[in-house]
């Protein structure tokens, strides 16, 4: 998605194309996933940051060198240094300060998934395409040489046509899971839009829609094993790609150690590839030679590729592909798995 070119040389092309990012939170995923890479990238810095947390707000500001910091959005959005926003909220308010970032004519990059449930991701879309704004999304994923190694094999014909895909994943609780009267936001539906399905998941369905299609059937069975939490803990599903490629997945969140498992296979009538999508193990090729291991390395900051390409695209150098329209049906299949559509 591009915007016309008096948004560039309006907001953009100041001041040598440098891209000046305002980050609305700064929480545990700003520290070194995405945090570093906006001073790193050529062109790019960090302007300003906020929280409504004040201590939090100064104390990321100083530690991370940052000049500025609000303990209110609109403060930031408003403010003239700032020309593009990072959103590291929780989903459920992502939509408002996507919406309020755009309507102030600038970009927007939001951590994912776009937002609490679909219906917010269209809302985004519209906002976007009315005011010309681009809204990117940090399906980072997609840019990893990791991933780019997964579906190089796949597209190359190495494992033959492809008749199935299968994602396996299972965790044991996390020490906070316990805490009833303090619960993670992750487990909470009203603030992340579901449980950690809907905060973990979204990886693993983007990647797969990325390389076979926007799935336009699903079906899924979700349900409360462990009790632990209000949000469900265990999900399985049926879908199916456009070519008719059918694939399932099942997730487990209150697994017991020796369950633990990341993992999605693609298999093919010629072999299959094997990867993880948060651990990284070394990608298994299995064809008829065998089973061969590849180990691809990512950088230190993770986001740094996908951030990079969005610099490029604000500075109308490139384009990036990794939008809010790209991200919506992520949303949409993860709220028909939940029955929320």
């Keep these: 998605m591009r915007v016309d070119n008096k948004f560039y040389h309006q907001s953009v092309m100041a001041e040598n194309n440098m891209i000046k990012w305002g980050f609305i939170g700064c929480g545990e995923v700003t520290e070194k996933k995405s945090g570093p890479a906006f001073n790193i990238v050529p062109g790019s810095k960090i302007e300003a940051v906020m929280s409504r947390n004040k201590e939090r707000a100064r104390s990321y500001a100083e530690r991370h060198n940052i000049k500025k910091w609000y303990t209110d959005a609109q403060e930031l959005i408003n403010d003239p240094e700032v020309n593009a926003v990072y959103i590291a909220t929780p989903p459920s308010s992502h939509a408002t300060f996507a919406i309020m970032a755009m309507k102030a004519g600038k970009p927007v990059y939001v951590e994912k998934p776009l937002a609490a449930n679909y219906e917010e991701c269209a809302r985004i879309n519209r906002i976007s395409a009315q005011t010309g704004v681009p809204c990117f999304v940090a399906y980072y994923r997609r840019y990893l040489p990791y991933f780019h190694k997964v579906k190089e094999l796949v597209e190359s014909g190495v494992i033959g046509k492809v008749l199935n895909v299968q994602i396996r994943f299972a965790v044991p609780p996390r020490d906070l899971d316990y805490n009833s009267q303090n619960l993670p936001w992750r487990v909470q539906r009203d603030i992340a839009g579901g449980g950690y ?12 829609q990325e390389m076979f299609g926007p799935i ?11 009790g632990l939490y209000a949000t469900e803990d265990t999900v399985s599903a049926s879908f199916q790609f456009p070519d008719g490629i059918p694939g399932s997945g099942s997730w487990c969140f209150v697994a017991h150690e020796s369950a633990r498992t ?7 009538d010629k072999g299959q590839v094997c990867f993880s999508v948060f651990t990284y193990e070394p990608i298994a090729l299995h064809t008829e030679k065998g089973r061969e291991e590849i180990v691809i390395p990512n950088p230190e900051h993770v986001q740094l590729p996908l951030i990079h390409k969005v610099v490029e695209h604000l500075q109308n150098l490139s384009i990036c592909d990794c939008d809010s329209v790209s991200a919506t049906p992520v949303n949409w299949v993860l709220d028909k798995i939940l029955g929320k559509l």
């Design 216 to 226: 336009t059937k699903v079906q899924g069975f979700c349900a409360n094993r462990g």
């Design 262 to 268: 990341d993992r999605i296979e693609i298999i093919g």
């Design 197 to 208: 399905f809907y905060d973990l998941a979204p990886h693993q369905l983007d990647l797969l």
